[in-house]
Structure formats: structure tokens, C-alpha cells
């Protein structure tokens, strides 16, 4: 499920997503569609899109809170919201157990073998590692195999009940060399954008990327940032607008 959502800030459009829907911030993923800056005569305006569903906690699921009795399911997978856990990478519960099981003998099938291990665990989030020589297909170009295979290992952890954990897939770092690419890509689009006084649009990026080149720029005056197209693959527009 996806909602809209809008806001002076991307706090305020974000507090006002989790207020409007009962959830926790931690609860759900946010795509940042636009942003405008405030100026002298204009009000800044940030507008984001909300995923409820396979990768957050569904809106008509109810919170199941600890007791004195034991931990539960969830508190299981980590210990607190929003911090990553690492240090054992065996499964922990049969939820792990599955999950590794479920993406070693999908990656057997393709042709692909590796060593399958939990790379972190969260609250709600399960992070899963793949040791493979075969690292490169198994990403893909721009990580988009990557990304599939992540859709699946999520579809599967929903039927496993599951529907509140994201799940979380990589393999040698790949996660964070891209992220580190794509801060530097924003960077350099914006020194182009304002020697131009024009816009580039960036190749199409799947919603975590544009999130992150949405909130790399944010804080840069005279750049602006703003998706575009359809389906889940958009492109990000980033434009000049010039110090008001």
C-alpha cells in the first residue's frame, strides 16, 4: 500500500505520515517524490510517498507489545528499533533459519551457489549476506538482480508471517559501495546543475536510491531535487533554482 504525504520539512512530512496512520517511523519506508526550498515569499514544501506492506508494517496489523513473560517474535530479530546487530551470522530462530534456507536453494536453483549467512538484525529488519564467487551475476547491472531477488526473499518472509520484517540482501558490500557511489553522483550533478543554471536528469533508480540522492541535496541551497516517471524505477530530475 502507498500514501502521500506533505510537509514544510521532511520531518514534518514524515511525523504527519506516521501520525495519520498510527504507526512508528521505523514502521514503514519513505520515498521523497519533491522538494522545494523555502524562500523570502515562498513556504518550503517536501512531498513523500509512503510504502505500507511487504517492506513495512501493514496498518491493520496490531502492535504486539513485550511482557514480563519473554521476548517476542519480533524482539527476536534485534533487540532495539534502529540498530543493527552483528556478530553472529548463524540463524537465531526458525524465521533466520528459513530465510537462509529459502535464498541459498533460490540461488542453487539459478545456477549460482554460495554461502548464505544473516549479515544484521533490527526490529524489524533482517539483514542477509550471500558469499559467492558468482558476486557479479548475482547483482546485476546497477544492482537491479540484486533487487529482485530481495522482492522475493520479502514476498517469502510475508508468507512466512513476516509481513513487519524488511529484508534486507547483499553481497561484497555492495549495498554501501552504491550508496557511497550515489552521494558522490549527487555531488557532482549539483556542481554541473549550478555551472549550467539547467537540470540533469539521473538514469532511472529504484526508491532507496532516489531517497538517498533526495536527502544528499536537501540541504543544498540553490539545488532542488524531484522524481519522475512511473512504476517502480523513476528517474531524479536534479534542477537549479538559485538562492532566494
Known amino acids: ?16 505520515a506516521a501520525g495519520e496512520l498510527g504507526l512508528e517511523k521505523d514502521d514503514f519506508d519513505v520515498e521523497i517524490l519533491e522538494t522545494q526550498k523555502s524562500g523570502l515569499f515562498k513556504k518550503g514544501l517536501v512531498r513523500i510517498r509512503v510504502h ?15 511482557s514480563d513473560t519473554g521476548d517476542t517474535e519480533k524482539e527476536k530479530i534485534g533487540r532495539s528499533a534502529g540498530k543493527a546487530v552483528f556478530g553472529e551470522p548463524a540463524p537465531q530462530n526458525d524465521f533466520e533459519t528459513k530465510m537462509v534456507e529459502f535464498t541459498s536453494g533460490l540461488i542453487e536453483r539459478m545456477g549460482y551457489p554460495g554461502n548464505v549467512t544473516v549479515l544484521f538484525r533490527e526490529k524489524y529488519k533482517l539483514g542477509i549476506k550471500i558469499d559467492s564467487s558468482h558476486s557479479s551475476i548475482l ?7 540484486l533487487d529482485a531477488l530481495q522482492l522475493l526473499l ?14 534486507i540482501l547483499d553481497t561484497e558490500n555492495y549495498r554501501i559501495r552504491r550508496e557511497e557511489s550515489l552521494v558522490r553522483l549527487a555531488y557532482n550533478v549539483a ?6 543554471k539547467g537540470s ?7 526508491p532507496f536510491d532516489r531517497w538517498l540522492i533526495h536527502t544528499t541535496l536537501n540541504d543544498i541551497g540553490d539545488v532542488e531535487t524531484k522524481s519522475e516517471g512511473d512504476g517502480l524505477y523513476k528517474q531524479v530530475r536534479v534542477f ?3 538562492l532566494k
Open 1 to 16: 500500500m502507498e500514501f502521500e504525504f506533505e510537509g514544510r520539512t521532511e520531518k514534518e512530512a514524515i511525523d504527519r
Open 52 to 66: 505500507v506492506g511487504n517492506f513495512g508494517v501493514s496498518s491493520n496489523k496490531p502492535k504486539h507489545h513485550s
Open 200 to 206: 540533469i536528469l539521473l538514469e532511472p533508480m529504484n
Open 154 to 167: 520479502n514476498i517469502y518472509a510475508g508468507r512466512l508471517g513476516k509481513e513487519d520484517v524488511r529484508v
Open 191 to 196: 556542481e554541473k546543475v549550478r555551472e549550467s
Open 240 to 242: 537549479y533554482r538559485g
Open 139 to 145: 547483482i546485476g547491472k546497477k544492482g537491479k538482480n
